[in-house]
């Protein structure tokens, strides 16, 4: 099988991963090398596809085929979907050859398990070795790696890693039992809880002002859920997201809808979530990780399912009036983070104008916050919103997004342009 | 009125700036104009500078950082802001200035700051260099990319390439300005048209082959990939020619994966592994 033929293979079986960062590795770059590479800036998509995912690093399978059988999975080994299997050395050529032309950040890689965790890890170690210790590569490497693998050679993923990840799949023991039969939530957490003591031990080392640079070890993991596979609610995903954050310091939880593929399983029939289920969990996780906001404020016993039509700090605002109006010039961070329509950063401009001038609409203006969606939430200087505002029935109403062509008929409502924005900066 | 030309740069904006202040010209007082687009001009007409009224005042490095930025803007009006928020925080009394982000002038320099520092961005993200040969004497690769930055940012995108790519040569070529690396040393010279660049890479099949494979189809957003990947750097991205068709292709395959029959499990195959992992009462951490 030529190469091109492979790379269409295995970039194909490794879509379904949602992982794009390439952030948060520690600063090093090639200067004063004969290699190439950089990591410790923002991270870079150096393209995206149609299908608006940023692709920032070379992901590929080492191999997809596969001794486990996770029905959401085109590799499972119940697919008929044809195998193939790179040589470590092609891995690297092809990361050093996209990489010296510009096209990526780095390399992503995961693969099948064949043989055994142990034997597919070492095959996918050995890749990043190489590029590491052969050519001096100093660009982003993001390995997934099996949480049934031994702690040893976990440890030497993480030796060349910027980021390892595991994915946990699905939230619940019992998806997984029915899913994906040889994969467990205990074993995970427990490789989790490994990873995240070794990133620790390595910070503490590092602070340390007379230790001997310590080894070097990846910087942070991450992991992903899958949304939309079984019959988790969104307060199932957005607990253990949570757990996961408290308890590992995950840097990311990527939540990927599940979506149709090609050799689809009889045990899991295809039924897509909207794609706008997975926009509104990102929200949700910005709400936890940076407004300070709990899973039970935002999903509630009653309504375990965030709404589709409204953003969740939208949605809480609606279910909290009482709260509001929050006076702009007065009001302190906590309270103003969460009025709908501003986001982190702007609060913080609203406090610093503050410090200087009474706040008026029109300042707000200039930082092109939503008036349509804050204007009921809050006092300025200029401004008090009536009462029926916050009391009218209609106030819900106000915000639905018109009703709109679906683009495809299995989407629920398309996100709006301002949601997209707010899934790039945060900003919600 | 006192008519300002200077050569598009920060330092000669600096220059005529720190002489101005220092005569205590009010920024409405003051057009500033790029000498460049009119050379013939410059250096003649140049008021004869009357004696200074008061010592150069000093500004915050923020307020550099800030100018250096702004200046690469391509507005012609950015030299008149920058004079007058310089303005206003020297002889203004409003030394605070730029803590005050609603102002309308600190508001305008931050959205172009914002702007330019987007174009750097894309720079880095979007040049596509392409192998052109092998320095014999040195056995390093050589690399050329042709690119068409938005705004003059040339200089302050470089440095990333330099510490990227150190190990291999490499030139960027725009239509204003080209940056140039040989191992030692970063260099610039003057723009070129895009004939100069080398217009093809015998890895950017395989690029496409990438970009192709790795879409998912059953998820088509493409006006986020468009807000993001705007139109306007289509032209030099070998993978962007794929786009149209991959959209027009999408809704077909996903309507056959729908209708694809589900698949029978297959029972696990003898293999000392999978056996040895416990299958049964998982316990629920
Ligand atoms: S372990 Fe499961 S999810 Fe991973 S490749 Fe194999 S079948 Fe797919």
Same mark, same amino acid.
């Given at each position: ?172 023991? #019992? ?168 986001? #982190? ?84 | ?285």
């Amino acid at each position: 099988m030529d190469l091109q033929r492979k790379l269409e293979i295995l970039a194909d079986a490794a879509k379904y991963d949602a992982s794009c960062a390439s952030s948060g590795a520690a600063r090093k770059d090639s200067r004063g090398s004969q290699g190439v590479g950089s990591t410790g800036g923002a991270g870079i998509c150096h393209s995206y596809a149609p299908d608006g995912r940023c692709i920032s690093l070379l992901k590929v399978l080492l191999t997809n085929a596969c001794l486990y059988d996770c029905h959401y999975c085109i590799n499972r080994r119940s697919s008929n979907v044809q195998r193939a299997r790179f040589t470590p050395e092609e891995v690297v050529q092809l990361t050093l050859d996209f990489y010296k032309r510009n096209y990526i950040e780095g390399l992503f890689l995961s693969s099948g398990i064949i043989q055994s965790a142990d034997h597919t890890m070492e095959l996918v170690i050995e890749v990043a070795r190489k590029l590491r210790e052969e050519h001096l590569f100093r660009g982003y490497i993001h390995l997934k790696t099996i949480p049934e693998a031994s702690p040893a050679l976990i440890e030497r993923a993480g030796r060349y890693a910027d980021r390892i990840s595991i994915n946990i799949e699905l939230p619940t023991q #019992a998806g997984l039992t029915r899913l994906a039969p040889e994969k467990n939530l205990a074993r995970t957490q427990a490789a989790m809880g490994h990873i995240h003591g070794k990133i620790e031990e390595r910070l503490a080392d590092k602070r340390k002002p007379e230790a001997p640079k310590p080894p070097p070890f990846a910087t942070g993991q991450s992991t992903q859920m899958l949304v939309g596979a079984d019959e988790s609610t969104d307060a199932d995903i957005l607990q253990r997201a949570d757990a996961l954050y408290t308890g590992y310091r995950l840097r990311r939880v990527y939540y990927s809808g599940f979506s149709p593929i090609p050799e689809p399983s009889k045990v899991l029939p295809i039924k897509p979530p909207p794609l706008v289920r997975e926009h509104r969990l990102y929200q949700a996780d910005w709400l936890l990780r940076f407004y300070d906001f709990k899973v039970g404020e935002i999903v509630t016993p009653d309504a375990p399912h965030l709404d589709l039509a409204l953003d969740p700090k939208l949605s809480w605002a609606l279910r909290n009036r009482a709260q509001f109006p929050a006076d702009i010039n007065r009001a302190p961070r906590e309270t103003l983070l969460r009025v709908p329509g501003l986001g #982190a950063r702007n609060v913080d401009r609203i406090l610093a104008a503050r410090r200087h001038c009474r706040l008026r609409l029109v300042d707000l203006l200039r930082l092109r916050v939503p008036m349509k969606k804050v204007l009921p939430f809050i006092i300025a200087a200029d401004h008090t919103p009536a009462h029926l505002d916050l009391d009218g029935d209609s106030l819900r109403q106000r915000f639905l997004p018109p009703p709109q062509q679906m683009e495809l008929s299995l989407a629920g409502p398309p996100p709006t342009a301002a949601d997209n924005a707010s899934v790039l900066t945060g900003e919600l | 009125m006192h008519t300002a030309r200077i050569k598009p740069t920060l330092e000669s904006w600096r220059e005529e700036a720190r002489a101005l202040l220092v005569r205590r010209v009010p920024p409405d007082a003051v057009l500033w104009f790029d000498a460049s687009d009119e050379p013939s001009l410059f250096p003649a007409e140049s008021s004869p500078p009357p004696a200074a009224v008061s010592p150069t005042p000093r500004v915050s490095a923020a307020f550099m950082e800030l100018a250096r930025t702004v200046a690469a803007h391509t507005d012609e009006r950015r030299w008149g802001l920058l004079y007058r928020l310089l303005w206003r925080m020297t002889h203004g009394g409003e030394r605070a200035l730029l803590n005050v982000p609603t102002d309308a002038d600190v508001r305008l320099a931050e959205q172009w700051r914002q702007a330019v520092s987007r174009a750097i961005h894309k720079m880095h993200a979007f040049v596509r260099f392409r192998l052109t040969g092998k320095d014999e004497a040195t056995g390093r690769e050589q690399f050329v990319a042709w690119f068409e930055p938005e705004h003059r940012i040339v200089r302050l995108a470089a440095p990333f390439f330099e510490k990227r790519f150190a190990g291999m040569d490499w030139s960027i070529l725009t239509p204003v300005e080209c940056a140039h690396w040989d191992g030692e040393r970063l260099h610039f010279t003057p723009g070129v048209p895009p004939s100069a660049a080398p217009n093809e890479d015998a890895l950017e099949d395989l690029w496409r082959t990438y970009f192709k494979s790795i879409f998912n189809p059953a998820r088509l957003k493409v006006k986020m990939m468009q807000q993001e990947m705007p139109k306007r750097y289509w032209k030099n991205l070998p993978e962007a020619p794929l786009i149209p068709e991959l959209i027009a292709a999408s809704s077909v395959r996903v309507r056959t994966m729908l209708a694809t029959e589900g698949l029978e499990v297959k029972p696990a195959p003898r293999n000392a592994y999978l056996e040895s992992l416990p299958r049964k009462d998982h316990p629920e951490p």
